[in-house]
């Protein structure tokens, strides 16, 4: 069946860092991958997506590019901030565009 | 359009009470998800409806659990008897899907924490 794995955290970096979240994926088809965002006390907000194999999502910074041949998903970051402090979830949407979840990845930044 | 509204925004209850919670999801979307969500977990799906037809169910629901979303406008979520363990932050998420949208993903409501003491 389908399926996200994620990397545990917390991941903890300093202000300014390289970030990297890993996900890979397990699918039939081709699902549509995404990265949500979860600050602290709030629901998840949608930080960016891609639907085909080769697509490169991006918002606020943050990158994540859809790599068929590898399953992953990978979010990146060139330099965080404190207010990037957060949990990210790597979901794919199945044929029926049915959310399957990863347990999520806790971020924390320090300044 | 304001995105998609729960309420309330938090619930304290006692055990063995029913709740109910509220979602409004975004105008044009004709599909609407109901998660809960644990600390420190991701979101566990309960139920989703398509317009005002309720497609899929979780089997871990229990009987206790029910939903409904009669005009297919406004959902409502209700817990019978509640119990500690159906202490969560309950999500609402809605989508616009058919033959021919795009996948835009989830529109994610702000939550209804849920405390049963």
């Known amino acids: 069946g389908n399926s996200v794995t994620q990397m545990e955290g917390p991941v903890t970096l300093s202000e300014e860092a390289f970030l990297t979240i890993n996900c890979t994926y397990t699918?039939?088809?081709?699902?549509?991958l995404f990265w949500y965002v979860q600050y602290p006390g709030e629901g998840l907000q949608l930080l960016l997506k891609?639907?085909?194999a080769d697509d490169k999502g991006s918002n606020k910074g943050f990158e994540a590019t859809y790599r068929k041949e590898t399953t992953s998903f990978h979010l990146e970051k060139g330099s965080v901030q404190v207010s990037d402090s957060a949990v990210y979830f790597c979901?794919?949407?199945?044929?029926?565009?049915?959310?399957?979840w990863g347990a999520g990845t806790k971020l924390i930044i320090k300044p | 359009d304001t995105g998609v509204s729960q309420d309330p925004r938090h619930k304290i209850t006692k055990r063995g009470q029913n709740v109910t919670f509220r979602c409004d999801p975004i105008?044009?979307?004709?599909?609407l998800y109901w998660y809960r969500q644990t600390l420190g977990q991701g979101p566990e799906f309960l139920t989703y409806?398509?317009?005002?037809?309720?497609?899929?169910k979780s089997r871990l629901l229990s009987d206790r659990f029910s939903a409904e979303r009669p005009k297919g406008s406004f959902s409502t979520l209700e817990i019978q008897r509640t119990e500690q363990g159906d202490s969560a932050m309950y999500l609402c998420?809605?989508?616009?899907?058919?033959?021919?949208?795009?996948?835009?993903?989830?529109?994610f409501g702000s939550g209804t924490r849920l405390t049963v003491v």
């Open positions: 998420a809605s989508s616009l899907w058919g033959r021919e949208s795009s996948d835009y993903g989830y529109t």
């Open positions: 105008s044009e979307h004709n599909r």
């Open positions: 409806f398509q317009n005002e037809a309720q497609l899929e």
């Open positions: 699918a039939t088809g081709y699902p549509s």
């Open positions: 891609a639907t085909k």
């Open positions: 979901a794919l949407s199945d044929s029926n565009y049915q959310l399957i």
